[in-house]
Nanobody, 114 residues
Framework: EVQLVESGGGLVQPGGSLRLSCAGSGFTFSTYALNWVRQPPGKGLEWVATISTSGRYTTYADSVNGRFTISRDNAKNTLYLQLNRLKTEDTATYYC???????RGQGTQVTVSS
């Protein structure tokens, strides 16, 4: 059974930082490109970032480019998202996502507020 478990969310002030983690199991972690997606309160899912199988290639949504960094450790079956210079509009539930078929964990809540 494929499992993805996100952690690391919390309440942070604007301009602050957080590091999210996602532990994967039940599939060959290193053979999948992986995504982070998020769902702001009352809105639909939006794509945040994608990382290639090796971690060499990354792409970001314009709204987070230059502030967020996606990375992975295939030896630990773990995906990361470093969130810097957070803004109130980054408030959302963040999910890691494995494609084909799309599978997400339970999510971790990030709240940016003063």
């Amino acid at each position: 059974e494929v499992q993805l478990v996100e952690s690391g969310g919390g309440l942070v002030q604007p301009g602050g930082s957080l590091r999210l983690s996602c532990a994967g199991s039940g599939f060959t972690f290193s053979t999948y490109a992986l995504n982070w997606v998020r769902q702001p309160p009352g809105k639909g899912l939006e794509w945040v970032a994608t990382i290639s199988t090796s971690g060499r290639y990354t792409t970001y949504a314009d709204s987070v480019n230059g502030r967020f960094t996606i990375s992975r450790d295939n030896a630990k079956n773990t995906l990361y998202l470093q969130l810097n210079r957070l803004k109130t509009e980054d408030t959302a539930t963040y999910y890691c996502e494995k494609p084909s078929p799309a599978t997400r964990g339970q999510g971790t809540q990030v709240t940016v507020s003063s």
